[in-house]
Nanobody, 126 residues
Framework: QVQLVESGGGLVQTGGSLRLSCAASGRTYVMGWFRQAPGKVREFVGGISWSGWSNGSTRYADSVKGRFTISRDNAKNAVFLQMNSLKPEDMAVYYC???????????????????WGQGTQVTVSS
């Protein structure tokens, strides 16, 4: 089974930027980012699909549109989350997730993802 490892979390001031990376041990198709703050449910942040030969679509939660950007390097089996204009409400543990089969849409439910990383903490100071 594919394994995912996130990196790039840390402490940043409000308005700052961070870039998260997720390295997969094998081929993945849809790659998504989720986050979970203390006492809250895990929520979809964004995702990007790939058919196996071409990039598909990207999808973002309304709360991060215009501030976060997802990209992927299929040759390296990696996906990235560029986070700009960070706010205190962005503070959470961020998880990378993958769908094990090809699909061109980007699901938003946690149950639609087959593999999860261990998470990386993002702390935003006000």
């Amino acid at each position: 089974q594919v394994q995912l490892v996130e990196s790039g979390g840390g402490l940043v001031q409000t308005g700052g930027s961070l870039r998260l990376s997720c390295a997969a041990s094998g081929r993945t198709y849809v790659m998504g980012w989720f986050r979970q703050a203390p006492g809250k449910v895990r929520e979809f942040v964004g995702g990007i699909s790939w058919s196996g030969w071409s990039n598909g679509s990207t999808r973002y939660a309304d709360s991060v549109k215009g501030r976060f950007t997802i990209s992927r390097d299929n040759a390296k089996n990696a996906v990235f989350l560029q986070m700009n204009s960070l706010k205190p409400e962005d503070m959470a543990v961020y998880y990378c997730a993958a769908v094990a089969y090809s699909r061109m849409d980007v699901p938003t439910r946690t149950n639609d993802y087959d593999v999860w990383g261990q998470g990386t903490q993002v702390t935003v100071s006000s």
